[in-house]
Structures are given as structure tokens and as C-alpha cells.
């Protein structure tokens, strides 16, 4: 019976369909279910358009959660730039950049009045991992090593699980970075008039 399917070329040609079209299957099977289980992770984490600060993992305190719900929004009533903090638990097998991407999307479609520039901050505490999504007018102001050096007292913070002291000071860095930035613009424009 084993030199009949060796030796049968129709044999061999139905038999190798049949492979294929299972293997197919099986690659079409496997990858709905990956993008079903990242849809479902990113879904549940969501934004409400009045928040600033999104604290899913219930890590900060709420006094720290006021301070910095105050100070991002008086942030963005001088700068107009919209500055949003989530915190959650894990993003799953998720990378943190394309989850930090779309709730950046998401909070972007949801803000209300003008939206010029923006930055979002995502900290994964059982992941221990976090990103900061910036819109590209902020990018040559916040490249990655500023954005990296500004995060050591941040990181410092959470390996003691202060979480709400250390997203208020890498706020407070990013924001005076931001502002000196401005200022020193602001001070070539007048050099330059005068």
C-alpha cells in the first residue's frame, strides 16, 4: 500500500492540496486569533475626554491625582499643548508603543477644543515598562534622550512603587523642558527684532 501513494503521482498531488489548504487554515485561524486578543487589549483600556489622568491600576493616591490633573490642565491653558497620563496594570503581550499609539489616537479624536500638540504618557506597572507618545511639532524638542534622561526620577520612584510621585516629576520635567524651550525661542525672536 506505501508504494501506491509514493509511486502514484494524483495521490501524492490530492494528499499535498490537502496539506496546504489545512496549513492555510491554520495560519488564518492563528492569526485571527491574535488580532482578536489585541483588539481586546486595547479596547479595554479607554479614555474619558474630560481626564488628564487615566489611573486603571489605581497606583496614585487621589491627592496626587488632583495635583496632577491641575497641573496638566493649567499646562495646556498656557501652552495649548494637551498632555494625558494612563496608568494601567499590564498591555498583555502588547507592545507599548502601539498601545501608547492608540490611546494617543483616541484621546487626540476625543479632546476637546483646538488640538495643536500633545504628548501621552502610558506606564504599565506590572509590565514595568512605559512610553511617551509626542505629536511630531514636539519631536525636535523631546527627542528620545531627553525623554530618557527627563524619566530617572520617574523610574526611580517606581522601584519603590511611589507611582504617584514618580509620574508628578516626570510631568513636572517634561513641562519645564518644554516651557524653557519656549522661553529660549521666545528670546532669540526678541534678539533678533532688536
Given at each position: ?5 509514493t509511486?502514484?503521482p494524483v495521490i ?8 496546504l489548504?489545512?496549513?492555510l487554515?491554520c495560519i488564518?485561524?492563528?492569526?485571527t ?12 483600556i479607554?479614555l474619558k475626554?474630560?481626564?488628564y489622568v487615566t489611573?486603571?491600576?489605581?497606583v496614585?493616591d ?7 490633573e ?5 499646562f495646556?491653558?498656557?501652552?495649548g ?6 496608568i ?6 502588547q ?5 501608547s499609539?492608540a490611546l494617543?489616537?483616541?484621546h487626540r479624536?476625543?479632546s476637546?477644543?483646538?488640538y495643536?500638540s500633545?504628548?501621552?504618557?502610558l506606564?504599565a ?11 511630531r511639532?514636539l519631536e525636535a524638542q523631546?527627542t528620545k534622550?531627553v525623554?530618557?534622561?527627563?524619566s ?7 522601584k519603590?512603587k ?5 509620574v ?8 519645564a523642558?518644554?516651557?524653557?524651550q519656549?522661553?529660549q ?6 534678539k533678533?527684532q532688536c
Amino acid at each position: 500500500m506505501g508504494d501506491r501513494i509514493t509511486g502514484n503521482p494524483v495521490i501524492l498531488s490530492n494528499l499535498m492540496r490537502v496539506f496546504l489548504v489545512c496549513l492555510l487554515f491554520c495560519i488564518v485561524t492563528a492569526a485571527t486569533v491574535v488580532s482578536c486578543k489585541t483588539a481586546k487589549t486595547a479596547s479595554t483600556i479607554s479614555l474619558k475626554t474630560s481626564d488628564y489622568v487615566t489611573d486603571l491600576a489605581k497606583v496614585i493616591d487621589e491627592p496626587a491625582k488632583k495635583e496632577l490633573e491641575t497641573t496638566l490642565a493649567a499646562f495646556k491653558e498656557r501652552t495649548g499643548i494637551d498632555f494625558a497620563v494612563v496608568i494601567t496594570d499590564s498591555v498583555g503581550d502588547q507592545d507599548i508603543y502601539e498601545v501608547s499609539l492608540a490611546l494617543a489616537q483616541e484621546h487626540r479624536k476625543k479632546s476637546i477644543g483646538p488640538y495643536v500638540s500633545g504628548l501621552l504618557l502610558l506606564v504599565a506597572v506590572d509590565d514595568r515598562q512605559w512610553h511617551v507618545q509626542i505629536t511630531r511639532n514636539l519631536e525636535a524638542q523631546l527627542t528620545k534622550d531627553v525623554l530618557t534622561n527627563l524619566s530617572v526620577p520617574m523610574t526611580d520612584s517606581f522601584k519603590e512603587k511611589r507611582y504617584g510621585e514618580g509620574v508628578l516629576k516626570y510631568v513636572n520635567a517634561l513641562i519645564a523642558k518644554l516651557e524653557q524651550q519656549k522661553a529660549q525661542k521666545t528670546q532669540k525672536l526678541v534678539k533678533h527684532q532688536c
